[in-house]
């Protein structure tokens, strides 16, 4: 089952993707979704962020085997990061250089459990990253989380491949399988030590390469067997705190 997050004329809704449009469901957290009787067209619905993470975890040091010597490591990212497909990139100018990086990541349901699967973009400004060892500037900056475009339920997260384009740019496609950990590895691991909600996300790091963004590039994100995520990049602005308060 896919489910989206969408606008249309009468709100904002979760809704399970038909062939021509959308069903609007009661509640993508009970314990079983059931449909409402409304559908909204395909014209008039626009595709938002699938949830609104409290909570976004990344893995840090888990893009290959060779990760595997070294301990598990993982970071967070700004709630407020997060955007959904068709929503720009910005990137400021004196930012340096910054990369597109697809994974898989997972959306949580109840109770820690697994609700299912969506595809993000863990954009990271390289400069800023051998700057800070947290990693907070470069992986925290507005806009740079994108998610979606929906939620997949069914869908083998150990074997999943995962494809990076920028404009006519593509990186190979790798495999979740070819992660240090595997999928279940990290949301054990993560769930260990930090108490995850619904809606929660957690990106479960890039199995292959990642390309370099500046603004008037197109990044397409995507996972087999739940789509594509495609962000514009373009040009931003620091957010500044003045005197008088945030500029």
Not at 192 to 218: K, N, Y
Request: hydrophobic share 40%.
């Amino acid at each position: 089952m896919r489910i989206a997050r969408i606008e249309h004329p009468h709100g904002i809704d979760h809704a399970v993707v038909e062939t021509d449009g959308y069903r609007l469901i009661e509640d993508l957290f009970a314990d079983e979704i059931r449909c409402r009787d409304r559908w909204v067209a395909l014209a008039d619905a626009r595709l938002l962020a699938p949830v609104e993470p409290r909570t976004v975890v990344g893995m840090a040091h888990n893009t290959g085997p060779g990760d595997r010597l070294l301990p598990p490591q993982a970071f967070l990212k700004p709630a407020r990061s997060v955007i959904g497909p068709g929503e720009p990139v910005p990137v400021p100018a004196d930012l340096g250089l910054v990369h597109a990086e697809a994974e898989l990541a997972v959306v949580i349901g109840r109770s820690g459990t697994v609700l299912g699967y969506t595809v993000a973009n863990d954009v990271t400004g390289r400069d800023l990253q051998t700057e800070d060892p947290l990693w907070t500037r470069a992986k925290g900056q507005r806009g740079f989380t994108p998610i979606g475009p929906w939620i997949e339920t069914d869908l083998d997260p150990a074997r999943a491949m995962v494809g990076l384009a920028v404009d006519d740019a593509t990186a190979p496609r790798a495999g979740t399988d070819q992660l240090a950990r595997s999928v279940a590895e990290v949301v054990a691991w993560v769930s260990e030590f930090l108490p995850l909600g619904p809606g929660d996300v957690i990106l479960t790091g890039a199995p292959g390469a990642s390309l370099p963004i500046r603004p008037g590039q197109q990044v397409t994100a995507s996972v087999a067997g739940i789509g594509e995520l495609v962000s514009p990049v373009a040009e931003g602005n620091r957010e500044r705190r003045t005197e008088r308060g945030v500029a």
